[in-house]
């Protein structure tokens, strides 16, 4: 059953995440005006991020703007392979930025 409250772009749009002191680049594979899913690059250590954890996470738009969110983590994924760890998370936006509701918008979604 789906949970999401909005549906869902398909699009890539680069990010950095924070946590725990630690800045990660990663790649927004999906997203909503409320939530989004984050791939990152290989990172030589495992990463520790449970539900509920809140994260900061800039977003760069196509217009090359950095927005900044806070997001709270849905759920989280690592995986492991010869070249290190990188990890997928689902992140529920808290109260989206106004550049970033703009930019959801012109996509034809809420």
Known sequence: MEKRRAGRITDNLNAELTTGGKSYSGIIMNFSGSGLCLVTATAGTVVDITPSTIIQLKCQLPSKKSVP??????????????????????????????EYREFVSSLGQA
């Not at 969110?69 to 930025?97: A, D, R, Y």
């Open 69 to 98: 969110m806070k997001c709270e983590v849905k759920w989280f994924h690592t995986k492991n392979s010869l070249h290190g760890v990188s990890f997928s998370i689902g992140l529920e936006i808290i109260n989206p930025p106004k």
